[in-house]
């Protein structure tokens, strides 16, 4: 199923609670720009190599376009469309006052040196940097991109339109980003999910976790829910996956990954599974943190953890979705349990804006509150409705949208 047809099942199932009107449903569907680029570079070789980027800018109801970059190289429009949907959703669910974008460039980036890898940011700012800005769109990183990627956009974006930090956020805490912004998406994983345990009635300690995707958000999920002395079984990314029953150490992982340019391969502290092994492992909460489209009609029934925290952006397609719902298999949705990412870009996009700088702690603090605010307002609504967290979710944010179309007028 192509990504788009799944979060638009997400999404009637919403609309259908909220009974939109068919013609409101299109115009919150529709995009209101999608723009594809030509990049191309110079490779270190001397030899030309081209890319196709883009940018899809889904909706601004609510304040500026706001969403990932993304360098992957399976990157196409119809994942950039679901993912800039997904934004508009999750900015809504959290209440932080933007719109949902997102924007990809189809490479591996694992195959090209940093200087290229520059080459293709800088290519691609030149292509867009008249559709985006601080009041328009802000990109932020993404699977396959960093706060070095971040720090390239700016300079780039300045050289056309002078200073402007808050047209990319993300960025490196040397070069106008903000401490705590890195580990904001899995921190709030983290907390969001000790807040289903509390809900579900379940104790934090001994809690067994798998997660699959050692990046920026499987890295920091793992931490966060080991400091609260949760139990990481089983890890892996896209070059190999371990077990250990008595719980990994995640700070060899770490440590591992750091020597091997973040690869966990060769890790010595468990046993080498499959990633098929991983997503059916025998734990108490099954994390996907890497890619979308992972949990299918085909696997799914080979899942045998009762909960589901989707970290990655659309890691489970609606067939599995409903098998899970049938059989009692709570799943925290992506726009809710990844949004810890896009509040702390709304501290930096803020702080920028004022030129000023929080401490750790308050942007701790601050994100704790609204992820917190989001959880309870989408569990009461779950469970007022009788629908499941993912229908109860969509129906905050697209209701939230929907409303503030209404509000700014359409004529
Ligand atoms: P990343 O590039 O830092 O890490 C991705 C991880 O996934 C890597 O460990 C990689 O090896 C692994 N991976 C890739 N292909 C795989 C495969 N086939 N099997 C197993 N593992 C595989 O990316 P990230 O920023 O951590 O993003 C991960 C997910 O979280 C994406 O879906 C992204 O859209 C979502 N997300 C990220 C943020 C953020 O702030 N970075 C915010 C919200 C959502």
């Known amino acids: 199923m192509r990504a788009s047809e799944a979060t638009r099942m997400y999404f009637d199932r919403a609309a259908d609670q909220l009974d939109l009107s068919d013609n409101m449903r299109r115009l919150l569907l529709t995009a209101k720009r999608e723009v594809q680029v ?30 990932g970059l993304r360098y992957h190289p399976q990157v196409d429009l119809d994942e950039v469309r679901t993912l800039a949907a997904l934004m508009t959703w999750k900015t809504a669910v959290v209440n932080v006052p933007y719109g949902g ?10 195959q090209f040196s940093l200087r290229e890898l520059e080459r293709v940011t800088r290519r691609f700012v030149d292509a867009i940097h008249d559709l985006f800005g601080p009041d328009v769109d802000i990109p932020a990183p993404d699977m396959g991109t960093n706060a070095d990627m971040m720090a390239w956009i700016m300079n780039q974006y300045g050289k056309y339109h002078g200073f402007s930090p808050a047209c990319v956020t993300g960025k490196p805490v040397e070069y106008h980003g903000i401490p705590g912004r890195e580990e ?13 345990f509390s809900r579900l009635g379940r104790t934090i300690p001994g ?36 077990h250990n029953a008595a719980g990994l150490d995640v700070l060899e992982l770490l440590r591992h990954a750091r020597t091997r340019g973040g690869r966990l391969e060769g890790f010595a502290g468990g046993d080498r599974i499959t990633n098929a092994e991983l997503l059916a492992m025998d734990c108490d909460v099954l994390v996907p943190a890497a890619l979308g489209g992972v949990l299918t009609a085909a696997n799914a029934a080979a899942v045998r953890a009762p909960i589901i925290i989707e970290a990655a952006n659309a890691p489970v397609e609606p067939e599995a979705d409903a098998l899970f719902d049938a059989r009692g298999t709570v799943v925290l949705p992506d726009i809710l349990a990844n949004a810890g990412g896009v509040t702390a870009s709304w501290f930096e996009w803020v702080q920028n804006r004022q030129h000023y700088q929080w401490g750790i702690n308050r942007v701790r603090q601050e994100l704790d509150r609204i992820l917190a605010e989001a959880f309870e307002q989408v569990w009461q609504l779950s469970t007022s409705r009788g629908v499941s967290l993912r229908t109860a979710a969509y129906m905050l944010g697209v209701g939230r949208v929907g409303r503030a179309t209404v509000l700014g007028g359409i004529a």
Do not use: M
Request: contains cysteine; charged residues 20%; positive net charge.
């Open 38 to 67: 030509q990049i191309p570079i110079e490779r270190d070789s001397g030899e030309l190599a081209t890319f196709i980027g883009y940018r899809v800018q889904h909706n601004d109801a609510r304040g500026p376009f706001k969403g």
């Open 101 to 110: 974008a997102k924007g990809g460039v189809a490479i591996d980036p694992a």
């Open 184 to 196: 904001a998406t899995g921190r709030g994983v983290g907390s969001l999910a000790l807040k289903l």
């Open 207 to 242: 809690t067994r976790i798998a997660i699959q995707g050692f990046g920026n958000v499987g890295t920091h999920t793992a931490k966060f829910l080991q400091d609260a002395e949760c139990r990481i079984v089983a890890v892996g990314d896209a070059t190999a996956a371990f």
